[in-house]
Every structure is written in structure tokens, then in C-alpha cells.
T-cell receptor, first 112, second 113 residues
Framework: DQQVKQNSPSLSVQEGRISILNCDYTNSMFDYFLWYKKYPAEGPTFLISISSIKDKNEDGRFTVFLNKSAKHLSLHIVPSQPGDSAVYFCAASAGSNYQLIWGAGTKLIIKP | DVKVTQSSRYLVKRTGEKVFLECVQDMDHENMFWYRQDPGLGLRLIYFSYDVKMKEKGDIPEGYSVSREKKERFSLILESASTNQTSMYLC????????????FGEGSRLTVL
């Protein structure tokens, strides 16, 4: 039973356009969501997060949107750059780092 | 620059061998974690530790044990490696139990033949 789902294993986007990565969750107790980025042969690095009391958080080219009623969050990258090519993981928590639940990841490919 | 260092990037072991994966962090973090990453499954928590000599089971602890004798070091032990433990193993640390950023090492890819 996957509580956090990233339904797109991969996504291909033209450089300069918007990349939208999606994540769905089933547990209504989740109150904090994070996105991590992972390059091959490296560990994941933290990208951006959002608390359930917000519906949007922005950091430079990265914006995360949270729709609690739909139990859906999305990561928008604008404009997409070649260095954004990586695997993106969505993670959710019910209040503790000991309880992070991770999605399977989406591989983003930015085409020149 | 914060650092989580995993001792071995690539290991090949035989079924039944004992395997040690070492992780060291230089950030004085209280919390350390061991995950495994498999295609299509994301990251799954094996064990975590919130203090020296303290350890708690994660979601998939079977076949693994851990040791935390010093604050900066967290070891993952496979007592008798099996082929289904072939995976990427990721160590992470964090300063607090409150949810927030985890700092990951580069990973250890283990192949069990």
C-alpha cells in the first residue's frame, strides 16, 4: 500500500519550458511534504518543502503547490535547465523525520 | 560544508557473507538513518538512531542490524547477506526529529551474488 505515489516514472521537457512533477498521497495525517533531487551516483539533496497550513511555497525557479482536498502536490520548475535533469522524490511526514514516506521518484529529462 | 560519508561506494559480496556499511557525519547531528533505494519503490527506512547507542526499527529491518557507538558514526550490518539485499544503501543525518531536511551520503551500491 503506497501512501505516496509518483505516477510518472519519467518526464521529458524542453529546456526553457515549465516542468511539472506530481505527487499524490493517501494519508490525511501527513502535514509536511518535501521534494528531493537525486543525480546518478549521488545521494538525494533537499530541494523545497511545504507545510500543510500553506498551499504554495516558492524558492527561486522552484514552486511547490499543495491541494489538500485532492491530496495532491506538484513541483513546478520554471524555466527548466539542463542541470535539472535528475530523479525527483516526493516525501511526506506526519510530524517526524522518523516517519518520512517516500514516493518512487520521477526521472526528469531536460532536452536542449 | 556539511558532509555525510559512506565508506564504500560499491561492494560485491557472496551470499551468506557478513557485510558492514559505515557512515560518518561531521555535522554533530543527533539523528541518523539507513535507507535502501530500489527502482520503483523509492526510499525505504531500515533503521534510525536518535542518540548514541539508541536505535529503532524502520519499515524494513528484517535481515539488518545497526550500531551507533559514537555520535558521528552509524553502521549497518547484514549478518548473512542474501541476493534480495542487492540494492543502493543510503545513509542520512538530521539535526532534529522535527521533520525537515535530511542530509544524505553518496550511497553504497551492494551486489550480493
Amino acid at each position: 500500500d503506497q501512501q505516496v505515489k509518483q505516477n510518472s516514472p519519467s518526464l521529458s521537457v524542453q529546456e526553457g519550458r515549465i516542468s511539472i512533477l506530481n505527487c499524490d498521497y493517501t494519508n490525511s495525517m501527513f502535514d509536511y511534504f518535501l521534494w528531493y533531487k537525486k543525480y546518478p551516483a549521488e545521494g538525494p539533496t533537499f530541494l523545497i518543502s511545504i507545510s500543510s497550513i500553506k498551499d504554495k511555497n516558492e524558492d527561486g525557479r522552484f514552486t511547490v503547490f499543495l491541494n489538500k482536498s485532492a491530496k495532491h502536490l506538484s513541483l513546478h520548475i520554471v524555466p527548466s535547465q539542463p542541470g535539472d535533469s535528475a530523479v525527483y522524490f516526493c516525501a511526506a511526514s506526519a510530524g517526524s523525520n522518523y516517519q518520512l514516506i517516500w514516493g518512487a521518484g520521477t526521472k526528469l529529462i531536460i532536452k536542449p | 560544508d556539511v558532509k555525510v560519508t559512506q565508506s564504500s561506494r560499491y561492494l560485491v559480496k557472496r551470499t551468506g557473507e557478513k557485510v558492514f556499511l559505515e557512515c560518518v557525519q561531521d555535522m554533530d547531528h543527533e539523528n541518523m538513518f539507513w535507507y535502501r533505494q530500489d527502482p520503483g519503490l523509492g526510499l525505504r527506512l531500515i533503521y534510525f538512531s536518535y542518540d548514541v547507542k539508541m536505535k529503532e526499527k524502520g519499515d524494513i529491518p528484517e535481515g539488518y542490524s545497526v550500531s551507533r557507538e559514537k555520535k558521528e558514526r552509524f553502521s549497518l550490518i547484514l549478518e548473512s547477506a542474501s541476493t534480495n539485499q542487492t540494492s543502493m544503501y543510503l545513509c542520512a543525518s538530521s539535526p532534529s526529529s522535527v521533520v525537515g531536511e535530511l542530509f544524505f551520503g553518496e550511497g553504497s551500491r551492494l551486489t550480493v551474488l
